[in-house]
């Protein structure tokens, strides 16, 4: 009898048909790598004290001097002897006389106080021989006449207003311990107590090379068909000097053996770790991994891990030195990065491990995963109706994105054996950085001209966050109570209403601005141009040359569009964008010849447009968040002249 595979077995033979060298967990190739690896702190070198911000502590170190240096009085008035001033009360006075000398900051003492006299001394002043007191001068009078003197009226106490040397940190005394992290603070601590220098943990020299014939430095302009800035070098490099470590940034270079091994051969020299991005996975191109072989043992140690992003990750080492290709994705190469690198870097740089923090959220959506890998999800995260807990919406940019994990909260993993996540499920939430939930929750459907309005909240403080899951998840959303706004413009095919067929209780509709839809094509085709804008869908629907760029399911703008081709399917259909802003690219560059997007869109892109719908654009409000501040600010900002006119410019028009 043949029985079907378990789900073990497909999984093991899935990773059979992989190339790479073995697929392995995440654990073992963690664990391979770090047993090739000296994982003990750099040696110790000397910095002065500007230099030492953010730096590691290399050994104890005990104050090389007293603070304060000697005893000083702690406030304005006078050194005297406690004793001499004992029984003093308003009906008998004690009378002291002054000594010639007034003891400023800085100033050494030259007269010893005796029994029967004071000495003026400033705040911060040396205590003199013999005195053992000081009393504050609004405490005193002073003598009138007979010679320089003054009265008191109540007794000290003895070491009263005396700061005693030592006595803050005395000299001897352990001041900061191995693997501090010097701030601010440790270095006020340093100087005070007589360093000038502090020895610190050399930092790990990181060397960042960028692979692929197609990478081009960031800001080239124009860019040349076909490249990509290299975005990974920029933030592996930063990422490097987050936790610890120099980077040593060298370059791009193209998929070329025998140049990148000489490149390569070089970092080894001076880095002490080095970490490449791109070419690991299996194209013609992918020769980073291959070179690795020849540096010397014991080579790579783990090529291929079961995880998502991140699978063609090579972990290698050449002698106890580490070497790391990480696959070029820009999300893929800095997940990895964190995961298996950064535990290196502090590690070298003998800093603790990274502090975590782990949430638990529901998740917003269902979540589908590829079974067989580990799949980390990238989630932005908002508070829950009773603002007790936390929802955790995946950012569904994939590995290729390169803001999925910046513009992240955190991520939350799926397991290998799990081909998904249901809706509602809790998952536990692992923070990348420190999650800062925004005053304004905003979900639903974008548009370029409410980025306008938020950068008038932006300039009075008030962050905001936009998660565009277009006009009915941002409806689903504010049904739940997850956001604060959820811009919609939904059209209703019955009565020709937009949104209002969709109020509900427990929700109100505030107006936003309106916008016009239509059809964008490139200027001159014949096929659109002079044309009505529905006999312009009509005809090019009909005609199998004719390209449409379409949008995503759940957008405002696909049911309109949905509406408008009565069920028909164009050429083009399945491609689905999930903006404005890529459907006017898509037909700029010809690679589509007609879609659906807003006039403001079509003009900054320089297309024909056949307007086709005035729509209204308006947020859904849960009744229960009406009152929040910062939700307040937003309605205010809508009604204010500044955003309306900017509106305006952008060819909005009030609602
Ligand atoms: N046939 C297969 N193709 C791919 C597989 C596979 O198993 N079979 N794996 C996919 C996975 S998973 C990943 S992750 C990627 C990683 O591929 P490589 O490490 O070889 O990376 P490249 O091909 O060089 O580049 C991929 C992608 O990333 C962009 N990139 C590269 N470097 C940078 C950089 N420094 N800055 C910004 N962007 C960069 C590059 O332009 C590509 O778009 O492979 C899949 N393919
Ligand atoms: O493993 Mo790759 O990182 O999915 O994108």
Redesign the pocket.
Known sequence: MVTAPSLTEQVRRAARQEQFLEVLSAEEATRRFRAALDLAPLEAETVGLAEALHRVVAQGIAAAADAPPFDRSSVDGFALRAADTAGATEASPRRLRLNGEVLACGTAPAIEVLPGTATAIATGGVIPRGADAVVMIEHTELEEGGGAAIALRRAAAPGQFIGFAGSDIARGEALLRAGTTITSREIGMLAAAGHATVPVVRRPRVAIL???D??VPPGTTPLPPGA??????AILAAAVAEHGGEPLPLGIFRDDEAVLEQAVRRALETADLVVM???????AG?VSHRIIGRLGPPGVLAHGVALK????LCLAAVGRKPLVVL????T?AVFTFHEFVVPVIRALAGLPPRAETTLEASLAIRTPSELGRTEYVMVSLSETADGEGLTAWPLGKG??SVTAFSQADGFFAIPALAQGAEAGMPVQVRLIGEARLPELSIIGSHCVGLDDVLEVLAEQGIRARTLAVGSLGGLAAARRGECDLAPAHLLDAKTGLYNTPWLEAGLRLVPGWRRIQGVVFRPGDARFEGLDGAEAIRRAAADPACLLVNRNAGSGTRILLDGLLGGARPPGYPNQPKSHNAVATAVAQGRADWGMAIGTVARAYGLGFLPIADEHYDFFVPEARLERPALQAFLAALESDAVRERLRVLGFTPA
């Open positions: 960028s692979t692929g197609e990478l990509i800035p290299d975005s990974n070098a991005s791109g070419g690991t996975s299996k194209g992918d992003p991140g699978k063609p696959p070029g994705f820009p893929s590995s290729g």
